[in-house]
């Protein structure tokens, strides 16, 4: 399988970008790339998704390497909302459910 | 909007005892999974069910079973609980109707176990 690779934490000041890289150096033609974030005492939510080209949402960007060995999530604007563990997972598209492989997550700590 | 619930909240249970958890999935979603998370541990898949048959299995114990039920509520089992066992268990639902099967996470069930 496919793997991710995160920095374990970063630091943002609040109401500045936050950039999250991720590693994937090893990522195949069917892989999706999916960002999922974790809050404190709370699930994982989902927040943005991308196969090649760039992505927007409302809670962020997806900026997806030409060669798509890398990608960076993008929070235009930080807030202490924010603050929570990032990760990056490889997903294929398919019928069949398929689970959620965490690792090695970046927790995002936001300072007002 | 609705969202996965989970019951109960909060668990205490004695080792040896059994624990059965319950994850209502959102409306119309027919895909439930089970993950378990240790304390400072990232969610581990436990098992997923599609349309009440099991799809994928991960680190489940074999203490542990699950279902789905023609509602496509989901039940998770744990028998001889161990002080292991402590942990937050989230279920998830998606939809296979939707393109890429994003999971909705409940608020977790958080089990202790003394």
């Known amino acids: 399988d496919a793997k991710t690779t995160q920095p374990n934490s970063m630091e943002s000041n609040e109401e500045e970008p936050v950039h999250l890289p991720c590693n994937h150096s090893?990522?195949?033609?069917?892989?999706?790339i999916h960002w999922y974030r974790q809050l404190p005492s709370q699930g994982p939510e989902y927040v943005i998704h991308?196969?090649?080209s760039n992505v927007n949402n409302r809670m962020a960007s997806l900026a997806i390497a030409e060669d798509r060995k890398s990608s960076t999530l993008i929070l235009h604007r930080a807030t202490l909302r924010d603050a929570a563990v990032y990760y990056c997972i490889l997903r294929v598209y398919n019928n069949a459910g398929n689970m959620l492989t965490f690792g090695g997550g970046t927790r995002l700590m936001v300072k007002p | 909007a609705a969202g996965v619930i989970q019951s109960p909240r909060h668990l205490i249970k004695e080792k040896r005892e059994t624990a059965t958890l319950k994850c209502y999935p959102i409306p119309r979603h027919d895909t439930v999974y089970w993950y378990q998370q240790g304390p400072g541990q990232d969610p581990q898949f436990l098992i997923s069910f599609y349309e009440k048959m099991q799809s994928d299995k991960g680190s489940i114990p074999d203490r542990f079973s699950a279902q789905q039920f023609s509602d496509y509520h989901s039940e998770l089992n744990m028998s001889s609980l161990e002080l292991g066992d402590s942990a937050l268990y989230f279920c998830?639902?998606?939809?296979?109707?939707?393109?890429?099967?994003?999971?909705?996470f409940g608020p977790g069930t958080r089990l202790t176990v003394t």
């Open positions: 998830a639902s998606s939809s296979q109707g939707a393109r890429l099967n994003e999971q909705y």
């Open positions: 090893t990522i195949s033609g069917t892989d999706y």
């Open positions: 991308g196969l090649t």
